[in-house]
């Protein structure tokens, strides 16, 4: 494969899947995505939600419901732009 057809192929795969970034992505960006990934991927998955449930003491719904409230802001509130110059 040359040069540019790896090229368009990365680029392809950045704007398919916006959770892998790219060299602009901040780190609390990044986190972010991954984070909100795993959220949804756990209140999407009754088996997963019923694992953490009984683990945590917890019904199944309050568990799903705990892992969507947590997508709101799920690393905190992004840093101010004094912070990301350090």
């Known amino acids: 494969m040359d040069k540019f057809g790896m090229h368009s192929q990365t680029e392809q795969l950045f704007a398919r899947h916006p959770g892998t970034g790219n060299a602009d992505t901040t780190k609390h960006t990044w986190l972010t995505n991954q984070h909100l990934d795993t959220y949804a991927h756990i209140a999407s998955n ?41």
């Open 46 to 86: 009754r088996g997963l939600t019923a694992y953490i449930a009984i683990a945590e003491g917890e019904s199944v719904e309050e568990t799903r419901l705990k892992m969507l409230r947590r997508m709101i802001e799920p690393c905190g509130p992004p840093p101010s732009s004094a912070e990301k110059d350090v």
